[in-house]
């Protein structure tokens, strides 16, 4: 019986990033409350997250361009190491967990931001472990020269 030709990812990684924003968010946060935040974490958050938002979406580009799936549930075709892949292992990881904050700050929800490391913990062992497992299985060293060469968050 061969194995099945993706990373086995249980739990889509937008789904997890989303549930623990979300908990964050309607536990506390001035949205909630009916208002804006201050306008200096509005505006902040607005920022962040929206330029996390672009680097997402080049990130997510750079897949479709060299060919590959961008959902881990699905096959990776080849190692992309180059554009933000240059510099992050994870780039679509990065940019969420960005996005993420700047969410976070621009609701005030500060139980929102002391909820990010759960799910980043979730992300490392559950998302990033099954998909290092898999590439390292498939493409051996020429993903392991990668590994060496590029951190995995920064």
Not at 36 to 65: C, D, E, P
Not at 105 to 125: D, M, N
Not at 134 to 142: I, Q
Request: with cysteine; hydrophobic share 50%.
């Amino acid at each position: 019986m061969s194995k099945p030709d993706h990373a086995g990812v249980r739990i889509p990684p937008p789904l997890c990033f989303f549930t623990f924003l979300a908990v964050g968010i309607l536990a506390n946060s001035a949205w909630v409350e009916g208002r804006l935040a201050a306008n200096y974490l509005t505006i902040t958050g607005a920022l962040i997250a929206a330029a996390s938002f672009v680097y997402l979406v080049l990130a997510a580009q750079k897949h479709r361009s060299a060919g590959s799936n961008v959902e881990p549930w699905k096959p990776t075709t080849t190692i992309i190491s180059d554009g933000a892949y240059k510099y992050s292992r994870n780039p679509i990881y990065l940019a969420m967990a960005v996005f993420y904050v700047g969410a976070a700050i621009a609701a005030g929800s500060w139980l929102a931001l002391l909820l990010l490391p759960a799910c980043l913990y979730i992300i490392r062992h559950y998302v990033i472990a099954r998909e290092e497992a898999y590439l390292e299985d498939k493409f051996g060293s020429e993903y392991l020269d990668y590994k060496k060469k590029v951190r995995r968050w920064l």
